[in-house]
């Protein structure tokens, strides 16, 4: 796993979590706020970690600028992302992939804090993956719920709208990605 140390791994840990989807008429009878998909979008590779240019770019640079096309959004626009963090690379390989930075400079794109709290975009405020536990990624979408209905206590991301959400898999080779509005 070289250059990855422990702490740049997630543990897989057992878990549950559940959202409701439903219609925007049965939801304005719900009591808590409901958050709108705003887009959505899949892609995948059949690549091999043997293959040229496997870890170069992600299903996410397919997938991601099609679900924010649907959210009428650039990434410039997500106000909270929520990525999966299977490995620290991954998280870098992301923000290249969706936009918020250029390809080989998410290095410098995470400088200074712009991803932690109070940041121009912050990821993962409950900790994501790498701290707060595995849960294949549909804890990220209930910190997106959260975040969005300004629910989130300390970690709360001031005035949060919108919030991207991506899912990932199968050696690298799976993307979803799921953009949210308040």
């Known amino acids: 796993m070289e250059p990855l ?4 791994c997630c543990l897989v840990s057992d878990g549950a979590a559940a959202v409701l989807v439903t219609t ?42 099609r679900a924010l096309g649907q959210a009428g959004l650039t ?9 999966y963090d299977c490995f620290t690379i991954v998280v870098l ?6 936009g918020f930075c250029k390809k080989g400079e998410s290095g410098a794109f ?5 991803i932690g709290p109070g940041g121009s975009l ?11 536990g595995y849960g294949s990624g549909m804890l990220h979408v209930i910190e997106a719920v959260r975040q969005l209905r300004g629910e ?17 898999g199968l050696g690298m080779n799976t993307h979803a990605t799921l953009v949210l509005g308040a």
Do not use: M
């Not at 140390?5 to 740049?8: A, E, G, P, Q, Y």
């Not at 912050?122 to 707060?132: Q, R």
């Open 122 to 132: 912050p990821v993962n405020p409950s900790g994501g993956l790498l701290a707060e």
């Open 75 to 83: 990434p410039a626009e997500v106000d909270v992302a929520l990525l």
């Open 93 to 98: 390989l992301q923000l290249e992939d969706y």
């Open 24 to 65: 925007e008429e049965r939801a304005a009878d719900l009591r808590a706020p409901a958050i709108r998909i705003l887009g959505h979008a899949q892609a995948h590779s059949l690549s091999t970690y043997a293959s040229p240019g496997h870890f170069d770019t992600l299903p996410a640079a397919r997938c991601g600028p």
């Open 110 to 114: 995470v400088e200074g804090g712009r």
């Open 152 to 168: 989130a206590g300390e970690r709360q991301v001031p005035a949060a709208e919108t919030a991207l959400v991506s899912g990932h």
């Open 5 to 8: 140390r422990k702490l740049d």
